[in-house]
């Protein structure tokens, strides 16, 4: 089965970090624009960032910029994103899946594939 495996989600007070990982499962990184997304109980999944294939572009939604960081390491076949600074409001589910350059840079996550099942971060005193 080709999906990813999000991991290092946890419990941590307002303006902490935690680093979470994406590993590929079943299949290489090597070819695919990779994308974070995140789901709040109720409500909808959001596009969180997005890399490049190479690894040398990336985006960031807006509520994110300047305290989350993407990258990846295809030949662990591994994507990170290290989220500092963090709040009450990032509290989620975050996801991680393959897809286009228009569906992953557009944070379209219809059109994104290989879902885990996610890890949960919580930002609570």
């Known amino acids: 089965q080709l999906m990813f495996v999000e991991s290092g989600g946890g419990l941590v007070q307002p303006g902490g970090s935690l680093r979470l990982s994406c590993a590929a499962s079943g299949f290489t990184l090597d070819y695919y624009y990779i994308g974070w997304f995140r789901q709040a109980p109720g409500k909808e999944r959001e596009g969180v960032s997005c890399?490049?294939?190479?690894?040398?572009?990336?985006n960031y939604a807006d509520f994110v910029k300047g305290r989350f960081t993407l990258w990846r390491d295809n030949a662990q076949s591994t994507v990170y994103l290290q989220m500092n600074s963090l709040k009450p409001e990032d509290t989620a589910v975050y996801y991680c899946?393959?897809?286009?350059?228009?569906?992953?840079?557009?944070?379209?996550?219809?059109?994104?594939?290989?879902w885990g099942n996610g890890t949960q971060v919580t930002v609570s005193s």
């Open positions: 890399i490049s294939v190479g690894g040398l572009k990336t």
């Open positions: 899946a393959v897809g286009s350059y228009d569906s992953c840079t557009g944070f379209i996550s219809a059109g994104m594939r290989y």
